[in-house]
């Protein structure tokens, strides 16, 4: 998803606070997440749970969470995990507080 972005961002001591907006179209394979890497690296590293989403997938709008896959990046899925579709009218809106190191 790489038409329209958003982010703004904020450490205060050893949390990171941050908002992404992005919009666009997916191609190549469907997959279950889309994934955004950080200007800052995790003290937790993987599966903190990393804000909470909405998510657009051709249009309808629908829950979400997000979550770190690693010590730099965070995955935003569908609530139900499934396939994002291919195509236009892609988004996701993902909020969230994590500890850094």
């Known amino acids: 998803v790489s038409q329209s972005r958003y982010h703004q961002y904020k450490i205060v001591g050893k949390t990171f606070h ?13 997959g279950t997440g889309i994934l955004f890497t950080l200007p800052v690296t995790l003290a937790n590293g993987n599966s903190e749970s990393a804000g909470a989403t909405l998510v657009s997938d051709g249009g309808s709008s629908v829950a979400g969470y997000a979550f770190a896959n690693s010590a730099t990046q965070i995955t935003v899925r569908k609530y139900d995990a499934s396939s994002f579709g291919l195509g236009a009218s892609r988004a996701i809106i993902v909020s969230g507080t994590l500890e850094i190191a």
């Open 18 to 30: 941050y908002i992404i907006r992005a919009t666009g179209t997916t191609g190549g394979s469907a």
